[in-house]
């Protein structure tokens, strides 16, 4: 069973920093697409941020210039660095896996909070 793992949130003053990681169980991690997702109340998940098994990152208008996507195939983790935040960041932030034979896994979720 593949379990993702996230780790990182926690409560940050706007324009401060934060690093979310996301540890996958499992075999053949460096062909599994990664991504960050997030979702608030009442609203639909919406992307943050995508890496391909070749590196290749995608990242949502809202974040652009502000997180960076990456990850460690060694640690079969997947890293969000998130600066410059902002309140309308604050969502509950979820690891997303599509493994190469197309099988989509999600973390339970990490809670961001960007508030003064």
């Known amino acids: 069973q593949v379990q993702l793992v996230e780790s990182g949130g926690g409560l940050v003053q706007p324009g401060g920093s934060l690093r979310l990681s996301c540890t996958a169980s499992g075999s053949f991690f460096s062909l599994n697409h990664m991504g960050w997702y997030r979702q608030t109340p009442g609203k639909e998940r919406e992307l943050v941020a995508t890496?391909?098994?070749?590196?290749?990152?995608n990242y949502a208008d809202s974040v652009k210039g502000r997180f960076t996507i990456s990850r460690d195939n060694a640690k079969n983790t997947v890293y969000l660095q998130m600066n410059s935040l902002k309140p309308e960041d604050t969502a509950v932030y979820y690891c997303?896996?599509?493994?190469?034979?197309?099988?989509?896994?999600w973390g339970k979720g990490t809670l961001v909070t960007v508030s003064s």
């Open positions: 890496i391909t098994s070749d590196g290749s990152t």
């Open positions: 997303h896996m599509r493994n190469h034979y197309g099988i989509d896994y």
